[in-house]
Each structure stands twice: as C-alpha cells, then as structure tokens.
C-alpha cells in the first residue's frame, strides 16, 4: 500500500508498510530499533583464500580487517596521480559522476571511477583485492559500486555515522548482507586527517532508521546525508557496548569492512589531504531487487544493476 504526502510537486510516495519479503525493514516507524542480523558475516573458508582462520575470526567478530600494505608504492603512486588530475579537471565536476563539498568547488567524490578511468579500474580489479573480496562472502563477486573520497587539508567535510547496508537495501534493494567495503588508502591516513572510524562488532546489530526517503534523495545524501542515519539513542548503545576504532595506516594500506558496520569520518582540518578509493563487491548471488522504499533505483553509476561480470576476470 502507498500513501502520497504533501501536495502537488512536493508529493512523496511513501510506503504504509514494508514489502512481505523485506528482511531488513527500516525508515517505516517512528522511532529507530536495533535487531539482530540475521544473515552470515563471513561467507568463506580458510581454505577458499589466502586469508587465515585467525584472521577470518577477527573478520567475523570486529566487522573489518586492516592491511598495512597490499600495494606497492608504484601502484599507489600511479592512483594518486590520477585522483589529482580528475580534481583539477573541471569536466570532472561536471559529471553527474561528481559530488561537490557543501559550500565550496572542491571534489568530495567521484563515482564509477572503475568505468571511466582505466588505472582505478586496475585497482577495482586488482587481483588481490578481489581474492580476499571473494573468500570473505563466498562466491565470485562483482563490482556494485566505486568512487573516490576527497578529503582535501583544512576544509575537507565529515562523512555522519551510517551502515551502508541500511541504504543499499533500502535505497537500491541489495537483498542480504552478503557485501563489503575495500577502502585503499591513496595517501596517509592518520588519527587527525579524518580517517574511517568504526565501531567493531556493530555489524551484528541492524539499527533501523527514522524518516521516509524522499525522491532522488541520493543528489542531497551523497553531499550530507540525513535520512538514513542512526538515532542517536541507538549510536550512544553501539559505543557504549563496543567502541570505537580507526584503522589508519600510509598510502598503500587496505581496510575492508562489512557492509553493516557502522562507521564515519570526522572533518579534516589538518594541512593532510585524505584521499581513499572505495569499491563495494558484492556476492553474485545477491544482486539488486526492486529498492525496499518503494522508489525509483539510483542511478547505475551508484549502485550497480547491469552488469554483474564477475571481478578480477577482464
């Protein structure tokens, strides 16, 4: 069933209740709730990659894994020289690919860089990356989504704690958490330049959000997001019962992270710019239905739905 709010250009569909085959309802109540998960955390063996059983268990217990160095300085070196042409290339910001820090011209993102640009479409394809992708959930993957973040020195702006996986299903119908995140760090980051802060162990918990989506709600979220976050009642209790963490590391080291563990970013008000590249590889076994909100997808460039070739094999 679909109520309409508001009134003529302003009206939103929203819907009175989730879909039966929903199981990760959230943005449908009037106050935030935190449920178990109800799907795996690690997907794999220690015998399907180069990962170790120790290493899988701290996966499954902490929500993340964090590598010191998985590329070499060439590799890095010809990343970041890419991330600095695209910043200054005005084109760039132009794309519907960009997304512009609130009050400024400067880049705070670029997404699909794995389409459009052929040395970051090697890194998504690296095939280390991918390999260590594939035994944490399983099955072969493919590349859902990409994009670089900016966090340029002094003025680069917050990213407000969230769970990916509460958007990706709502948003772009991503069934079951069978997906994560792998941030390459293309230049150092450390404790004061706003780096990936995470509260491990939260990925066994789904914290459900307040506030119907409004449509094309992603042109306002991917620059500040505000519907799609948690409560603050329901944050205070995940710090409380697990901390926080900040897996910082140079240029050239690796941190994947589950797609329901919730993390942010602080702004940089340091000289340090903190520039990552993000993919999120999901399990071709759970690709994209029709969004949970009852709107239209995002756009492809966000969350792919087309092309679900498996990683690591072009």
């Avoid at 799907?39 to 268990?57: A, F, H, M, R």
């Avoid at 941030?183 to 450390?190: F, Q």
């Avoid at 897996?247 to 903190?274: E, Q, W």
Wanted: glycine fraction near 8%.
């Amino acid at each position: 069933m679909v109520n309409m709010t508001g009134v003529g250009a302003a009206a939103q569909p929203v819907l009175a209740e989730p879909r039966a085959e929903d199981r990760y309802p959230s943005r449908f109540a009037a106050k935030g709730q935190m449920k178990d998960r109800l799907d795996p955390v690690v997907w794999g063996t220690p015998e399907q990659g180069s990962l170790s059983k120790t290493q899988l268990l701290f996966y499954e217990q902490n929500g993340y894994l964090n590598f010191d160095q998985l590329l070499t300085s060439s590799e890095v070196q010809s990343c970041l020289n890419e991330l600095r042409q695209l910043s200054a290339d005005e084109a760039v910001k132009q794309a519907d690919e960009a997304v512009i820090e609130p009050g400024s011209r400067e880049l705070r993102s670029v997404f699909a860089v794995h389409r459009s640009n052929a040395v970051l479409k090697a890194l998504c394809q690296h095939p280390t990356l991918v390999a260590i992708a594939q035994q944490l959930l399983g099955s072969e993957v493919y590349i859902h989504q990409s994009r670089i973040n900016y966090k340029g020195g002094f003025r680069g702006k917050e990213f407000y704690w969230h769970s990916d996986f509460e958007t990706w299903h709502v948003e772009d119908g991503v069934p079951a958490m069978r997906l994560l995140s792998c941030s390459i760090a293309l230049t150092a980051n450390t404790p004061y330049n706003g780096p990936l802060m995470i509260v491990p162990g939260s990925h066994q918990r789904y914290v459900t959000c307040v506030g119907a989506t409004p449509e094309d709600h992603y042109r306002a979220s991917l620059k500040q997001q505000e519907v799609g976050v948690p409560d603050d009642s329901s944050l205070t209790r995940l710090v409380q019962d697990f901390g926080i963490a900040a897996p910082t590391g140079l240029a050239g080291s690796v941190t994947f992270f589950d797609c329901n563990l919730m993390h942010g970013s602080s702004s940089n008000i340091t000289p340090l710019p903190r520039s990552n590249v993000f993919v999120v590889y999901n399990s071709v076994h759970n690709q994209p239905v029709e969004p949970f909100c009852g709107l239209a997808p995002r756009p492809n460039f966000i969350a792919e739905r087309q092309d679900f070739a498996p990683a690591g094999q072009r």
